[in-house]
């Protein structure tokens, strides 16, 4: 194995963020309704 496994944790933890904000910005600039429920599922955390 390459990397130990917190790592790859840490690692994956920062592309999923990462990820959903990517997609929480783009649903803002489209369409609302999309964005209020991303706002829901970012505020569970």
């Known amino acids: ?7 790859l944790k840490s690692i994956w933890g920062e592309i ?3 990820t959903f904000e990517l997609l929480y910005e ?9 964005a209020n429920m991303l ?3 970012k ?3």
């Open 1 to 7: 194995m390459w990397t130990d496994e917190d790592s």
């Open 16 to 18: 999923i963020a990462w």
């Open 26 to 34: 783009n649903a803002m600039a489209q369409d609302k309704e999309w």
């Open 39 to 41: 706002k829901k599922l």
């Open 43 to 45: 505020n569970k955390k």
